[in-house]
């Protein structure tokens, strides 16, 4: 079936479908925000996706999902199908005050429509280009901020003290972060109930409780082997063999360079696709990262370069987000966990140097999220400015929400489902998410010296304290 003669519907279904590498049930169809059909509307499609021989049915009853078939282009120089790097396409407006006037003209451009953004493959003079210790992707000034901000005056410590020391708060923090920027539904409460007690949460996927359990095993690496982490190829592909455990399609794939072509969902940008290129790529990214002095720059030169080249047939991104974390945590630095980072404004920072090779977007994301990690681990708040303004307009509703939750004893998982329907009810749906994840962050992290801030009493906060599990 020409592509140009599907409704619309076909093909945001078809793009949904080739989003999930593992295809999609009719029950997560019908879920999807992206979808308003009656199930025996979405039933129908389905049934005509399939017999244009756009989709693979597999499976039966209520465990039949659906695969995309991949296009002829797809299969070129390949004998096995494409791999769909997962992506989304960031929303419709940018509205970080944080954006630099670069990264505010780039975030822009780069929400157009698909149909109006000129197709591009990768480029190995983006790479090429880059000289160690002589280009800069941070510039001097935000470089010694950031070296300001993230010291802890551990830098003559052995490798990874502090990460040891804030382990059980960045454990949940980075977990849940970086799982959230690929998507993951789970709450910040439902994942701290998940790493500390292995409970799944109700109504979520498999794939998502999994993700965070990666995770956790990845950061765990970080910790165990600190002293000897670098930029070669046992750190990075065993980094992704633990992100990626039981959710590649071939399970071989962990910890492996690709052999196969890959796409990126949302984006124009397609992939280098010849395995040798990749690998001689790969090779040349790691040799010029480990030559980096700078720790920060080396994290961002790494955050950059490795989904651009997507050495992997997925999960490139996660292992950029941790192998960011490789020279902070050699150094004693305050480590990174994307707090407080959009998902929109990160996919948007990722699809400029997909497309434009611009890094000014990503970097804002990147210098943004330095500094909110280090307000919630280094206790540095008074050097990244003024107070956060969200965190102001809400502040009532913040302080009525945790203490409702500390006043009615709830333990994590029922606060979880209680603060996502009050919260449905009373704050509009672009700021929701934020809020959520601001209150359940408070609620983590009270303790016997900060509850009387929420008009708590002390017989209160032990009775909770006592259900908080």
Known sequence: MPKESLSHEQETLLRIIRLRARGA????????????????????????????????????????????????GDQEDFSEPTAVVREEEPSVAPGSSWLSPEGRRLSL????????????????SFLDVYQPNVTRYLSESVRSELARIGEV?????????????????????????????????????????????????????????????NHKAAIEMLSAEAADLDFNRY???????????????????GGRLRSRQVGIGGSVFHPLAVP????????????????IRDPFEQAF?????????????????????LAANIPLVKRNLCPLSFVDVDAADYTAGVLAVYE????????????????????????????????????????NAIKA?????????LDKKAAAKWIAERASREIMKTERARFVEIVETELSSLHEGNFARYRVRPAEFERWQDNWR
């Not at 020391?165 to 439902?190: A, H, K």
Request: a positive charge.
């Open 276 to 291: 040798q290129q990749v690998k001689e790529r790969f090779n040349v990214l790691l040799e010029k990262a480990t030559a």
């Open 401 to 409: 929400f945790v203490s409702e939750v500390v006043l009615t004893a």
């Open 301 to 321: 030169f790494v955050m950059v370069q490795l989904p651009y080249l997507q050495p992997f047939e997925d999960v490139n991104k996660r292992v950029s987000r």
């Open 109 to 124: 451009e780069i929400r157009q429509p698909l149909v109006s953004r000129q197709p591009v493959g990768y480029q190995g």
């Open 235 to 253: 750190t990075i592909c065993n980094l992704h063999a633990l992100l990626s455990e039981e959710l590649l399609p071939d399970p071989a794939a």
């Open 25 to 72: 049930s009719v029950k997560e169809l019908l879920a999807s925000p992206h979808l308003h059909l009656p199930k025996r509307t979405l039933q129908r499609r389905l049934d005509q996706l399939v017999h244009e021989g756009q989709l693979k049915p597999v499976g039966e009853g209520r465990a039949r999902r659906y695969l995309a078939n991949a296009s002829e």
């Open 356 to 395: 434009l090779n611009r890094v000014e977007l990503l970097r804002d994301v990147f210098v943004h999220a330095y500094r909110r990690s280090c307000a919630r681990y280094s206790m540095v708040l008074q050097s990244i400015g003024d107070p956060d303004p969200f965190r102001m307009r809400h502040r």
């Open 153 to 213: 005056g551990m830098m003559d410590l052995p490798a990874g003290t502090y990460l040891r020391q804030v382990m059980d708060r960045l454990l949940i923090d980075l977990s849940w972060n970086s799982s959230r920027l690929e998507g993951n539904t789970y709450s910040l409460l439902e994942t701290q109930r998940l790493l500390e007690r292995g409970e799944n949460a109700d109504g979520h996927d498999f794939r998502e409780s999994q993700m965070i359990l």
